[in-house]
């Protein structure tokens, strides 16, 4: 009995460092994702009331856990009977982050807003179905980033046994969801954190200037992130389409893979934020009490 109980343990012991090897290599294949995922969902979870970014944050993070929920058994189910599904179903996210990339380039360019960056001394807040529409958007491209995580995760250990599978995909997905959001969770609470280096230090010497210079960087790195998150989301969709099209694949082989992923991003997004305008333009408009005119 003792023999066959160390025994188990012995399998377990073994399958656990099969799938740290295992998730640790498809961590290091799905990092540039995770890059992006965490460019595109900083940019989103920010520009709210300071006493808001967490409650915001934490909305998202569960949404989040909410889409690796859903996805993983889908894709482990996809994979094992209908392959082929899982590739339209990438090209389709494809098409929603260029286009969603496209659509923030067009607005900056043709419909400029002025945008302020709160901070933990405002006192603005943001209407409710703002924030639950950012919210929503923010939870709809965490789905299609975190199938595209999974699938390249998958792709690692295919050549494994389904446990193996299940729980590397797993513990990536895991990792991929606390590590992004814990990251943003700190670049949000920057200024805050500097509010309260000034009022320890009482706004002299070195913790003073440290906070001073937190609660500056914060609305720069905002900017920047927005500027990287909308690129990310391009440059995703567009190595999503060279990647999955055997063709858009040999197209200009000695162009940098970067740029042509993106300048294939930055085409399909056109495209989809034309057709997305025209049908708009064509349908009814309708008004409060939804009568059509």
Do not use: C
């Not at 260029?98 to 400029?112: L, N, R, S």
């Not at 529409?133 to 789905?143: L, S």
Request: net charge neutral; no cysteine; hydrophobic share 55%.
């Amino acid at each position: 009995m003792a023999s066959g109980f160390f025994a188990v343990l012995d399998d377990i012991a073994a399958l656990m460092d099969d799938v740290a090897v295992t998730a640790k290599i498809a961590t290091r294949k799905t990092a540039g994702i995770l890059g992006d995922d965490l460019a595109v969902n900083a940019e989103k979870a920010t520009g709210f009331l300071a006493s808001r970014e967490l409650p915001v944050l934490w909305a998202i993070t569960k949404g989040s856990f909410l889409n690796k929920i859903i996805i993983l058994p889908v894709v482990f189910l996809l994979n094992y009977f209908l392959p082929v599904a899982i590739t339209y179903i990438l090209l389709l996210g494809g098409i929603y982050l260029a286009f969603e990339g496209m659509e923030k380039i067009v607005e900056y360019f043709f419909h400029p807003k002025k945008e302020v960056v709160p901070t933990g001394h405002d006192v603005v807040t943001a209407p409710v179905e703002d924030e639950k529409t950012k919210v929503k958007a923010a939870i709809t491209t965490d789905f299609i980033l975190s199938i595209e995580i999974v699938i390249i995760a998958l792709g690692t250990v295919l050549d494994k046994n389904l446990t193996t599978q299940i729980l590397t995909v797993s513990v990536v997905a895991i990792i991929a969801t606390v590590g992004v959001y814990g990251i943003v969770a700190l670049i949000v609470r920057m200024d805050d954190a500097g509010y309260k280096l000034i009022e320890r230090s009482k706004n002299t010497g070195l913790l003073s200037k440290l906070g001073q210079l937190l609660v500056k960087l914060l609305p720069l790195i905002i900017k920047l992130l927005a500027i990287v998150g909308t690129i990310a989301l391009l440059l995703v969709a567009g190595g999503i389409f060279v990647h999955n099209i055997e063709y858009f694949h040999h197209v200009l082989p000695n162009v940098p893979a970067i740029i042509k992923e993106f300048a294939f991003g930055a085409v399909a997004g056109m495209i989809a934020v034309a057709i997305v305008t025209l049908v708009k333009k064509l349908l009814p408009k309708k008004s409060n009490h939804g009568i059509t005119h």
